[in-house]
């Protein structure tokens, strides 16, 4: 009762913090925000964290994360929820740090900031989790194909600048902005195999693993938070309308590269491993040394990175977001709508509505904004935002996108928030 | 999604799961060739094969003949009363020639393989001393062996102790001395003189001064002369026999043995020979069998070896051979013996000096006595039991292995059954556990001519339940016992080199993964 009690004790602590770090329309305060005087100097935090996934759902995650043993019932509700081919699971993490700069002209300002992002993604399909989590021996006699399995893991830090133009036409008001960045890549893991077939013999006489592979990764002798194993360029690009009624915005964000420095290693493998037991030469000659060290050589050195170096040139997620919102009965209701987008990522196109009610108090909103989507790494997500801006000097925004997945955890995924903080000086 | 999963938390606690891994682990083929060392199997021309061991029992060595005496000379400064010796005045100059015994034989001279010379020297004096030791017979590439050396003054009232070690391998050392006509001589020269950078020095009675010179770890490389009309009687001996050492109980009966005693003399002297006692001995079941043949108790005449004049092989020995097949050295064998036990009597130059003084041995040339078996394989096999310990180290058990099974999948092509059983053992080689195979490797069809026909499968499990898996990673050795039993309903079968024996071992693990 007491591991009960205290099961239920971190899993309402982790919904609170993940509900007050929360989610989601997330992006960097590069770009000019209704809700905060653009001629004043002002200083943004904004930090995104999103785990999510179309199949693996949130009670099997947590039961990992909490470092529970994982029985055949879980790992079989986990198993039965999986499509076929394709299942995909991401975790995001971004922040940044932002200051805005009123230039000498009223309609030119500037930006500069930090930002960091770590990505970790991973696709998989049915018989890739029943190898890890089940074992070969269900598939005696059977081929396990792995097909289209890839796994990425990127982190990169950025300094960025960059100017917004605007200008007023029949009562709207358009922004351009445009920016460049310095890439700092930090560490950067990548496998991809498109496909690969695992046969155990009836027996068990022979194991055969034919498998093609692609796998990069950067220097790991140091890849800790900052380390340049890397370095690129990046823009940033948007266009923003607005007038009483109407919010459209366009960006394209990151578009850039890191290359990746020369103790970095990238190789592709066709590889057939055919392993039917460790040869011992000699009956009277089985040390451990012998199992341990020459055995396993013929499968480590199939999968092994290459010792040769080189370096490498990857581009970096590029992010493409539309968003429009549309004002209803004197700004108390609003509904937006928004397309995101991460390209050179497993990431699919996420569609986001967003209902709003805006309610003015003496010198600020407050706004109660449900929220709907669907793509990204997960399903079908709704969640809850909560925002205030007050005197165009101070701006909180909260959010999390995955209520569904707190209030039901065996049958939705998602995990996550955003937090933004914007004030003037 | 592990790693996805991974850096998404800061986790405090590992999760875990279950996995069934089912998996080859070892493999091996196994022909004769894998037990026994191709030096010891012959194949046939019909592809049958034999064991042939040649087992050398008795080795009548260079020392056994020619016994080197150690003491060269020992020699003293008589007692002298108020002379005063100079710097640089030689007080002490001896040359002596000393014979040296040699049990009866008649050495005219040596060269030395290997040893060296030791000079001892005792002196009460209290200036350096420079001592000189030359034996101008004792030659290498024609300088003859010499050494100076300085023994360090003493101080007043007590004795200064020197001693110093010189190699003298290579040398040669003429024995006839001076007159070359003699033998046994060993001509040397001992000077000692005061230090000429020292201070004079007055010898009274009571000073010592002598000298020990001595031979020490001495092997000769070759000697000549007559090495005399000595008899030597060796045993009862016994010397360990190691070709059937794993065998530990069973029985096997060979259809036939072909089995030669040689005699092989690289001694440059004539010889008789004469064994009086041959056994096998099984010390496990105590049980002597004596050989029986008119060998035993029969006089041997060996003639001398022939000296070649070939540096590389100086030596053409002469060998004789002595076809046993008429004993019972079926029964010897098939005593499954770890010992043989031996008595033998040598007579050197039995008719006296005939070479005239040119009796020689040869470095690596002795007389020795083997036993050259040809067992073919073709026997039948009782219950013979094979044991033996193997190094078994998994490491650290990380807990991770649960429970399981193992098979073993075996292709038996040899016309035998097996009876594996598998002994866990600790550091002490103490049982902790076993690994038992509950059926046996069955023995394949044989033809009419007791012939396999085709290789016959056996699968064997072996339950590995949870508590045994701790004792498997505790396991430091493994004792292996092997009992087989040959088809062919009491007949021979013979053992050809295209039979093998393939084995498989497989898993079937519940594997606990640990993140």
Known sequence: MAEKNKYIYKKLVLIILLNTAIASSGFAQLYPTENINDSKYCLSLNAELEFNSNKVNNSFAYDFYSGRYLDNSKKTTALNRLNATYNLLGYQFHADLYLGIPGKKSNISYYAGFETHSLMELRFNRDFFQLFFFGNKDYTNKFLILRNLSLNYLNFQQIKGGINKTWEKKNARHTLTAGIGFNNGQSLMQYNLPYGTIYTQQDAEFINIQMQLDMKRSDTANSKFGTENGWGLCGDVAYTYRDDKNVFQCQLEDIGFIRWKKYSQCYKKDTVVYFDGIDIHNLVDISGETISGKGADSIVNAFAYSKTCAGFTEMIPLRFYVYYKRYFFNHWLSLAGSFNHYFFTLYRPQIRIIPALNIPLKNAVISIAPSFETGGYGQYNCGLGISAAISDKFFIELQTAYLNAYLNPKKSAGVGGFISIVKTL | ?515
């Open chain 2, 1 to 515: 999604m592990v790693l996805c999963l991974n850096l998404f938390s800061c986790r405090k606690v590992d999760p875990s799961w279950d996995v069934n891994i089912n998996a080859p682990l070892l493999k091996t083929t196994m022909d004769l060739d894998n037990i026994l060392p191709d030096s010891l199997i012959n194949t046939n021309n019909d592809h049958s094969l034999s064991l042939v061991y040649s087992y050398s029992f008795y080795n009548f060595s260079f020392d056994s003949l020619i016994d080197m005496p150690d003491t060269l000379s020992s020699r003293y400064l008589p007692p002298v009363n108020g002379y005063t010796v100079n710097p640089g005045q030689v007080f002490y100059n001896l040359t002596e020639n000393n014979h040296l015994s040699f049990q009866g034989a008649q050495i005219s001279g040596v060269d030395f393989h290997s040893g060296y010379i030791t000079l001892e020297v005792f002196s009460s004096i209290t200036e350096p001393i420079v001592v000189t030791y030359e034996l101008p017979y004792a030659t290498r590439d024609g300088i003859p062996f010499k050494v100076t050396v300085t023994v360090p003054a003493s101080t007043p009232g007590t004795i200064q102790h020197y001693q110093n070690f010189f190699d003298i391998s290579g040398y040669s050392l003429d024995m006839r001395g001076p007159t070359h006509l003699n033998s046994n001589i060993l001509t040397s020269t001992t000077k000692a003189m005061l230090d000429p950078s020292g201070n004079g020095y007055t010898l009274d009675s009571s000073d010592v001064f002598r000298f020990n010179i001595r031979f020490k770890d001495i092997s000769l490389q070759y000697a000549k002369g007559y090495f005399g009309n000595n008899s030597f009687a060796f045993g009862p001996d016994t010397t360990p026999i190691d070709i059937f050492n794993k065998i530990t109980s069973g029985a096997f009966d060979f259809e036939s043995i072909k089995l030669n005693l040689n005699v092989k003399n690289g001694f440059g002297v004539d010889a008789r020979v004469m064994f009086d006692q041959i056994s096998s001995i099984n010390t496990a079941t105590g049980h002597h069998v004596a050989l029986n043949d008119p060998i035993i108790g029969q006089a041997i005449n060996i003639s001398r070896a022939v000296e070649t004049g070939d540096h590389a092989n100086p030596v053409t020995p002469s060998e004789y051979s002595f076809n046993l097949g008429n004993s019972n050295i079926l029964d010897l064998i098939e005593n499954v013996p770890d010992m043989i036990s031996y008595k033998v009597h040598v007579d050197c130059n039995p008719l006296g000096n005939i070479s005239s003084g040119n009796d020689f041995i040869y470095y690596g040339n002795y007389l020795d006595a083997s036993l050259d078996m040809e067992i073919p394989l073709s026997l039948i096999a009782n219950d013979l039991t094979l044991t033996d310990t193997v190094d078994f180290d998994l490491g650290d058990n990380p807990n991770t292995i649960k429970s399981g099974t193992l098979t073993l999948l075996a292709d038996n092509g040899f016309p035998f059954s097996a009876k594996i059983q598998l002994y866990m053992l600790d550091e002490n080689r103490q049982i902790t556990d076993s690994l038992l195979f509950p059926d046996m490797i069955a023995a394949p069809d044989i033809n009419a001519f007791y012939k396999v026909v085709h290789p016959k499968r056996s699968v064997l499990q072996i339950p590995l339940p949870e508590e045994k898996i701790p004792r498997l990673y505790e396991m430091k050795k493994m004792l292996l016992v092997a009992r087989f039993n040959t088809a062919g309903a009491g007949h021979y079968v013979k053992i050809y080199d295209y039979y093998k024996l393939s084995l498989k071992l497989t898993g079937d693990f519940n594997y606990l993964i640990q993140m």
